[in-house]
């Protein structure tokens, strides 16, 4: 008997372990098709507690004891080799930044009242209509630019965020655009930072560069 009911392909993983700033999903290896670096995701309760949002912004595969064993092992044959990533003994974590969260159909651009709960299922966030609603106004943006102490990659999340949802938008330059203005307002006085990211930005999305999103930078 499974314990859980067979994932949608939505599924991101369930919560591994969460705390206010963020939580880490667990998953299988066969659920790596769907979330990737700075996908936007969110912390689904099935009881009446918030949906948490959040970017992921780290994957890490850790190894195990059977790993370790076949790593050493000469010429190990490639049926052993898929067992072991389908039944690993360890999840693959990935690391979510919350940036918002929705209660009694509102969303909320901020740190999320309380985290999710172990095994809470995460889903990706891939329903237009409500991924225009959640980044339409661009507050979230303020807590990727806050999470650097936190280890967070931020200038790669940021333009790694930009380029899913511009996507997932259906190319929405006007919207990719008041990002871009939003970034450099807020970095105005961090060049540091600001280059790096609209370089990137540049980089990832010419036809935004070409078009002079990139206010003269």
Known sequence: MELFA?????????VLRAGTQGFTIGCQVR??????????????????????FGLIYNMNVDDDPLVRRL????NQPETVINDQR??????????VLAVGYCRD?????????RPPLNLDPVLLCLDKAEIVRFTDRLGY?????????????VDQLLVA????IYRLRGYDADWAVAVIGEVIQLLRNDYETLVPVLEAIAEA???LAAAGAMGGF
């Open 71 to 74: 790593i050493l092992a000469d």
């Open 105 to 113: 159909g509102r969303f909320y651009h901020g740190l999320p009242p």
């Open 141 to 153: 943006l303020r807590l990727i630019l806050r999470a650097r102490d936190l280890g967070v990659p």
């Open 161 to 164: 965020h930009l380029q899913d």
């Open 6 to 14: 067979a994932e949608d392909k939505s599924s991101a993983g369930r």
């Open 86 to 95: 389908q039944n690993r003994l360890l999840p693959i974590e990935m690391a």
């Open 205 to 207: 999305l010419p036809e």
């Open 31 to 52: 659920q790596l098709s769907g979330p990737s670096f700075g996908c936007l995701v969110k912390a689904q309760p099935v009881d009446a507690r918030e949906a948490i």
